[in-house]
């Protein structure tokens, strides 16, 4: 079945940029659309965007100018850039298969999910 | 567009657990369940609604009507104890929504 890992640091300076890549096993990264989500410690899960295989994107209107996500789809990966990061970015970043849903030709849900990976914003 | 559940709800073994997520017209929308357990990735248990993933057991189901989605554990157990979040997508502002969580308590 699918599986996803998230890669990268998990410390980053405040101001830097976070980058984090996940990769995708078990199955094709085309033909699908790919998020991040994350968790910041004691608080509820956060939407930040998605990609799809042929490039297109969409990202939360709040992170929009902040946020870049990628796809390489030669390496069924695709990854996550963050700019100008503060502590209020530390957070478990998860990657997530973002299902479309044909009958309503809308987004769905999320599932399979990366185990996630901590990332803390410090200097 | 904002998804308000409980913070929390206790249940004792055995009972039924029902949790909550209100939002404007979420009658109108496919509503989608997920348990989170501490350290481990969020695992999706209902989704459109009321269908259930392979291998989520039955005791899990959910309705959706008016303004209020509602997801429910039957027969809860104490590997049920996790957080509990619904989550949407609005095509109005073409936006996943996740809702506020629900800390799910078993006695």
């Known amino acids: 079945q699918v599986q996803l890992q998230e890669s990268g640091p998990g410390l980053v300076k405040p101001s830097e940029t976070l980058s984090l890549t996940c990769t995708v096993s078990?199955?094709?990264?085309?033909?699908?659309?790919w998020s991040w989500i994350r968790q910041p410690p004691g608080k509820g899960l956060e939407w930040i965007g998605y990609v799809y295989y042929s490039g297109s994107t969409k990202y939360k209107s709040s992170l929009k100018s902040r946020v870049t996500i990628s796809i390489d789809t030669s390496k069924n990966q695709f990854s996550l850039k963050l700019t100008s990061v503060t502590a209020a970015d530390t957070a478990v970043y998860y990657c997530?298969?973002?299902?479309?849903?044909?009958?309503?030709?809308?987004?769905?849900?999320?599932?399979?999910w990366g185990q996630g990976t901590l990332v803390t914003v410090s200097s | 567009y904002v998804l308000t559940q409980p913070p929390s709800v206790s249940v004792a073994p055995g009972q039924t657990a029902r949790i909550t997520c209100g939002g404007s017209?979420?009658?109108?929308?496919?509503v989608h369940w997920y348990q989170k357990k501490a350290g481990q990735a969020p695992v999706l248990v209902v989704y459109?609604?009321?269908d259930r993933p392979s291998g989520i057991p039955e005791r899990f189901s959910g309705s959706n009507s008016g303004n209020t989605a509602t997801l429910t554990i039957s027969r809860v157990e104490g590997e049920d104890e996790a957080d509990y979040y619904c989550?949407?997508?609005?095509?109005?502002?073409?936006?996943?929504?996740f809702g506020t969580g629900t800390k799910v308590t078993v006695l």
């Open positions: 017209n979420m009658g109108s929308k496919s």
């Open positions: 078990g199955g094709s990264i085309s033909s699908h659309f």
């Open positions: 459109d609604d009321r």
């Open positions: 989550q949407v997508w609005d095509s109005n502002i073409e936006q996943h929504v």
């Open positions: 997530a298969r973002d299902n479309y849903d044909i009958l309503t030709g809308s987004q769905s849900w999320f599932d399979p």
